[in-house]
T-cell receptor
């Protein structure tokens, strides 16, 4: 099956620093990738949709200047949390859509971000 | 905007029993997909089953089946012969089907924590 990886799996950073999370589709080309955020014991919330070679589309309430998304190739999307604060601590999950499928999204294993 | 509601925060059943998780949704669209995802303690999201809105036949995958009632906007998941490995969070999710065949992001319900007791 299709595999999506995320790196790092866990990251701890100091308040005010920036953190980059990578999402890779390992065995398929992903024209679209999605970034979700999951707080403890809560559901996943869509943050943004990332299309290869174009600007990301952010959901209402998500600060585009704080959560920078880049989708430079068909296998890689990155999420950079800029000037991180403790309230940004969360579990970030990406998913990727195979360009041959109209519906299926494959999820990465997630990244736990802790901001001290 | 779409909303997905799961009214059961937690359910617990004995191994081998059948359990039904409920999900309702609200949308003005006619063409969409519905999904059930499983999230075990590892946090990896696993697709359990999907339903295309234009199909009247309920989807089934081995021990998992759905009861899709489009008019009522209801999409429940039935797990038969439940197993200890079924213990997990279960999320119901909605996805629009764009006109060009493309896909949108997923809108998730709040989830149901299912516990299978030995």
């Amino acid at each position: 099956g299709a595999v999506v990886s995320q790196h790092p799996s866990r990251v701890i950073c100091k308040s005010g620093t920036s953190v980059k999370i990578e999402c890779r589709s390992l065995d398929f080309q992903a024209t679209t990738m999605f970034w979700y955020r999951q707080f403890p014991k809560q559901s996943l919330m869509l943050m943004a949709t990332s299309n290869e070679g174009s600007k990301a589309t952010y959901e209402q309430g998500v600060e585009k200047d704080k959560f920078l998304i880049n989708h430079a190739s068909l296998t890689l999307s990155t999420l950079t949390v800029t000037s991180a604060h403790p309230e940004d601590s969360s579990f970030y999950i990406c998913s990727a859509r195979d360009w041959t499928s109209s519906y299926e999204q494959f999820f990465g294993p997630g990244t736990r971000l802790t901001v001290l | 905007a779409q909303t997905v509601t799961q009214s059961q925060p937690e359910m617990s059943v004995q191994e081998a029993e059948t359990v039904t998780l409920s999900c309702t949704y609200d949308t003005s669209e006619n063409n969409y997909y519905l999904f059930w995802y499983k999230q075990p303690p590892s946090r990896q999201m696993i697709l359990v089953i999907r339903q295309e809105a234009y199909k009247q036949q309920n989807a089934t995958e081995n021990r998992f089946s759905v009861n899709f009632q489009k008019a009522a906007k209801s999409f429940s998941l039935k797990i038969s012969d439940s197993q200890l490995g079924d213990t997990a969070m279960y999320f119901c999710a909605f996805m629009s089907r764009l006109g060009g065949g493309g896909a949108d992001g997923l809108t998730f319900g709040k989830g149901t924590h299912l516990i299978i007791q030995p």
